[in-house]
């Protein structure tokens, strides 16, 4: 399991090879073991496999073309429509329309699909996590027929790769661990925690094509603008209430 951590790759290219019914089932018992709040297991695995919702998802996903090559999409979601229901049938008050179990959901979804994504690569299968999910959750939540207290959160697109891509580079422990307490960042230490990643030849081509003074900017005007970011946050909480979860009264 630690080789298959640390060589994690994101696959963006895909075989049409079906995945075999037992593997799928063992990526998702493997899912549903992942730690979940309290047991409760507050969340909901769509499998779509139909290249005509496959099609509309790609839509929905910024058309990225993993989408349709991976035979296998999976959607996480917050869920306690299910033991909202559980609750009332056993005579037993559920107070879960809320944020904070929302956000107790969603902590368990992205559990889950961490789990899967291990499993599915210990299979030699390859994933790529679709970070559009949140951004079009209201489409999402309608094309995927999700009831009150369910909520989109995450997608794997899961399929055997018709890639190798290298690996991607990560920041060094020492910018993302701290002894004890939170040690703020100098200038000088953001300097030395982000060299290494604006030396590489990639960061220098990337800064070319984007026509930036440097990698930062990259993401700060190109990826992921301020603009963008108010109006898919806008987006999400809209969907987050509208689900049922922005309840602020007793």
């Known amino acids: 399991m630690i080789n298959i951590i640390f060589n994690h790759r994101t696959i963006r290219k895909y075989k049409s090879t079906p995945v075999p019914e037992h593997i799928l089932e063992q990526i998702l018992l493997a899912g549903t073991r992942a730690s979940t709040t309290g047991n409760m297991q507050v969340y909901s ?34 869920d306690f429509n299910r033991l909202n229901k559980w609750c009332e049938a056993r005579n037993a008050k559920p107070g879960y329309d809320n944020f904070l179990s929302f956000f107790t959901a969603a902590i368990d979804a992205i559990l889950a699909a961490q789990n899967t994504a291990l499993a599915a690569e210990a299979n030699g299968l390859g994933i790529c996590y679709l970070g559009t999910t949140t951004y079009m959750a ?42 004890e307490i939170y040690n703020d960042y100098t200038v000088d230490k953001v300097n030395e ?58």
């Open 138 to 179: 209201d489409k999402i939540t309608e094309l995927l027929k999700l009831p009150k207290a369910v909520v989109p959160i995450t997608t794997l697109a899961v399929g055997y790769p018709d890639e190798t891509p290298g690996l991607t580079d990560r920041l060094p422990l020492s910018g993302v661990v701290h002894n």
């Open 45 to 78: 695995i769509i499998v779509t496999k139909n290249s005509e919702l496959k099609n509309k998802l790609w839509e929905l996903h910024f058309k990225q073309d993993m989408v349709k090559q991976a035979p296998l999409l999976l959607t996480f979601c917050a």
């Open 193 to 250: 925690i982000y060299a290494e990643k604006e030396s590489l030849e990639l960061t220098k081509e990337l800064i070319k094509i984007n026509g930036t003074e440097n990698l930062a900017q990259i993401f700060t005007d190109k990826r992921y603008t301020k603009k963008d970011n108010i109006h898919f946050s806008q987006s999400f909480l809209s969907v987050i209430e509208k689900q049922g979860f922005m309840n602020n009264s007793e």
